[in-house]
């Protein structure tokens, strides 16, 4: 089993490397322009572009078309939820200086949403909004399985080393090489114990119930908001989905295929039960998804809109 897990471990995370694409092209419809700039926060071996192949596949594009400022954060591909939250809140000290907003609106995929909730928390006065999409904010069950691999085992080398090569490889190719990669800490962040642990120093948003809802607004005056999918097989066309089918048979509910649904809860949950894996959430690969759901990318464009309508 542990030879499985590892096997899947590294189809998933090489597949996440060739996601993405591109889109150009502007309007002034005003649809998504939010009153502070959009900040989109990538997982665990995310990117924000790599050759002009993007980890959020043409999101960035359809958002800025209809007037919303958006900016890709690039934080370290594996490492632990508070130091990708301590480069991600670099980076929106630097947005808000060259936009002169006053906040930004945060949007995490997957390891994204605690780096996001991390900066809301220490710095809730440059946060309006943290939105999880695929969020792991009660750990990953897989996570918990991976983690089960002895320390120190040859099987926790291999992983490591791997992880290393692939984020290291990342890294460089996407422009962020002097970001530092640890493997086994963004590991440990993602499990159920590490989720835990964390929400116990950063409790604002998460529900105290399984599987209910949190503040809306919590008491830091942020907003905070997920959707998440229970999918694993979305469209025949898409390679992933077969990794995507694996990583899901270790979850005791329905799942993405990487997190669980009510692990993904986080304030207002607009849907949870989405027919998207953990890679279409961001519209990975290359658009591909189930052609009888919304289309990921209409689905961003929607909470662009209601977070314009909220005043954010």
Not at 52 to 73: M, T
Not at 293 to 308: G, S
């Amino acid at each position: 089993m542990k030879g499985i897990v590892l096997a899947v471990l590294f189809t998933m995370t090489s597949l996440s490397a060739f996601a993405g694409s591109t889109a150009s092209g502007t309007s002034t419809t005003g649809y998504t322009q939010t009153k502070y700039p959009i900040v989109l926060v990538h997982g665990l071996f995310g990117f924000d572009s790599i050759a002009g192949i993007d980890y959020f596949h043409a999101i960035p594009q359809a958002l800025s078309r209809s007037g919303a400022k958006v900016f890709v954060a690039q934080v370290s591909a594996t490492n632990s939820s508070e130091q990708r939250g301590e480069q991600l809140l670099q980076q929106v000290r630097w947005v808000k200086a060259v936009t002169g907003a006053n906040k930004v609106n945060l949007i995490g995929h997957s390891h994204g949403s605690p780096t996001a909730r991390y900066v809301a928390s220490v710095a809730p006065q440059h946060v309006a909004s943290v939105t999880s999409v695929g969020g792991v904010n009660k750990g990953s069950e897989f996570a918990d399985a991976v983690r089960g691999i002895p320390p120190g085992s040859v099987g926790e080398g291999l992983a490591v080393t791997a992880a290393h090569a692939l984020s290291g490889l990342i890294s460089v190719l996407s422009g962020g090489a002097s970001l530092p990669q640890d493997p086994l800490a963004s590991l440990h962040s993602l499990t159920t114990k590490g989720s835990l642990a964390f929400n116990a120093k950063y409790p604002e948003g998460v529900p105290t119930s399984r599987c209910g809802e949190g503040s809306y607004r919590a008491s830091n005056g942020v907003y905070y908001y997920s959707w998440s999918g229970t999918s694993t097989v979305t469209n025949v066309l898409d390679i992933s989905d077969p990794a995507m089918f694996t990583t899901g048979l270790f979850f005791s509910e329905a799942n993405d295929g990487l997190v669980g649904r009510c692990a993904t809860h986080l304030g207002k949950v607009i849907r949870s039960n989405y027919r998207m894996n953990h890679l279409d959430e961001v519209n990975q690969l290359f658009g591909l998804h189930d052609l009888f759901e919304t289309d990921p990318v209409t689905v961003y464009r929607q909470h662009a809109n209601r977070l314009k309508l909220q005043g954010l």
